[in-house]
């Protein structure tokens, strides 16, 4: 599974460091290709001549070979790279990737990498329960870095609690589980749709609604991390997408999503309804700006949009399995399960606009997945860990 992958080994300055000279021979063993890049505390820690004649690469941490005056490439490590594991990960290196403060190579290598990240914190009881470490670590999960929490034990300054960095079998294991992840839905398409519709009035208006598309974004990232091949049908969203496996279709209104889903999902293998489709759209679409002058009241006459999901649900093939999404403002679950048959899908993800951190405009998402075979609860999560969740679930109906 690692042979011949692309690792940067980050190595901060804590007393963990010593375990991560046993997670780079776990890693060489396996025959990953690793590049250590270390803080200059890093090297306090552990001799860069330990861990350069294990992975039988100099070790990097100056922006510059002092005497020579060779630059390293932080953007060169972001394209070669697989993945980046830092571990350990300080409370000091956590805040300056959480703020982009670049003074150092290894946070310079992060903010070039192109490549996931993941980190394994280790510090002392009392930093990493601090509100501030906390804060750091929810904002890193937010921007998608994947956390390898610290463990509860005994800690360098003889205290008990949790900040112990996770052992290195446990990490190694969690990299081989990554990579294993990475090639899951090679081969597979999907579409997904994502964002709200806007449904034009006149030239200047629209009804629309207040959906992100960060939800359907997340889920197309997830499914194209894992090797599918993804259609990623979209509103008007300001969000951006750079991932060699994903094309991305604009669409403004509930028709055109439509068509771009409908001819997409006739060759897929996965779909997953996340847009937020105007159910209506206004019977007459003016050439000219509706103008005010003399109209004390207003009525625009709405016909129904398609219903995008139902319709796939229609065409759906043996072995085709689709998601739909119900944002509902009470508990939803009778009409979660209503959506179920309605539209033909396998699951329904149900989130409901009562939940603090869920529904629009949010980077988070509590949601329950509901299938015939019954309910699954998660807690409040970032939308990438509730996109893991998903496609977890699409995975196992596909075996
Ligand atoms: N959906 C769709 N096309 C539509 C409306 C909805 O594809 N025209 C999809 C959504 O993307 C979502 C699911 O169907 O996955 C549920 O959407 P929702 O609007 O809640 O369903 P409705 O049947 O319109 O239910 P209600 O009006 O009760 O909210």
Request: net charge neutral; with cysteine; charged share 25%.
């Amino acid at each position: 599974m690692l042979k011949g992958k692309h690792i940067v080994l980050g190595i901060c300055g804590g007393i963990a460091a010593y375990k991560s000279v046993t997670l780079l021979r776990l890693l060489t063993k396996a025959g990953a290709e690793v590049q250590v890049v270390m803080t200059p505390a890093g090297k306090e820690f552990i001799t860069p001549v330990t861990l350069s004649s294990l992975s039988q690469r100099p070790v990097v941490s100056e922006f510059f070979t002092a005497n020579t005056g060779e630059w390293h490439s932080h953007v060169d490590l972001g394209l070669w790279a697989d993945l980046m594991v830092i571990a350990p990960a300080t409370a000091s290196t956590m805040a300056k990737m959480a703020h982009g403060v670049a003074d150092n190579m290894l946070v310079t290598t992060y903010l070039s990498a192109r490549e996931p990240v993941m980190i394994a914190p280790a510090m002392d009881l009392d930093m990493y329960r601090h509100p501030t470490t906390q804060r750091n670590l929810r904002q890193l999960a937010a921007d998608g870095v994947m956390i390898v929490e610290a463990e509860t034990g005994a800690l360098a300054s003889g205290l008990q609690g949790k900040g112990r960095m996770a052992e290195p079998e446990e990490i190694f294991a969690i990299i081989e589980r990554y990579f294993a992840r990475c090639e899951s839905l090679a081969g597979k398409k999907a579409v997904v749709t994502a964002g709200p519709t806007y449904e034009k009035l006149d030239p200047v208006r629209f009804i629309g609604n207040f959906s992100s598309g960060k939800m359907g974004f997340a889920i197309a990232g997830e499914l194209a991390d894992r090797g599918a091949e993804v259609t990623l049908v979209a509103g008007p969203v300001s969000l951006t997408v750079d991932h060699p496996r994903i094309r991305r279709v604009d669409v403004e209104s509930a028709e055109e999503m439509c068509d771009a889903t409908t001819q997409a999902f006739a060759g897929s293998d996965i779909a997953v309804f996340s847009a937020a489709v105007a159910d209506y759209r206004p019977a007459e679409r003016k050439d000219q700006k509706i103008k005010r002058e003399g109209v004390a009241t207003q009525t625009i006459e709405l016909v129904r949009n398609p219903d995008i999901a139902a319709r796939c649900g229609d065409m759906k093939r043996r072995g085709q399995v689709t998601v739909g999404f119900a944002l509902e403002t009470d508990d939803g679950h009778d009409a979660a399960h209503k959506k179920l048959h309605n539209k033909n899908l396998d699951f329904v993800v149900l989130n409901s606009l009562k939940d603090k951190g869920a529904g629009f405009r949010t980077d988070t998402n509590r949601v329950t997945i509901v299938s015939e075979d019954g309910e699954q609860a998660f807690p409040l999560k970032s939308k990438r860990e509730v996109a893991a969740d998903i496609v977890d679930a699409i995975e196992k109906a596909m075996k």
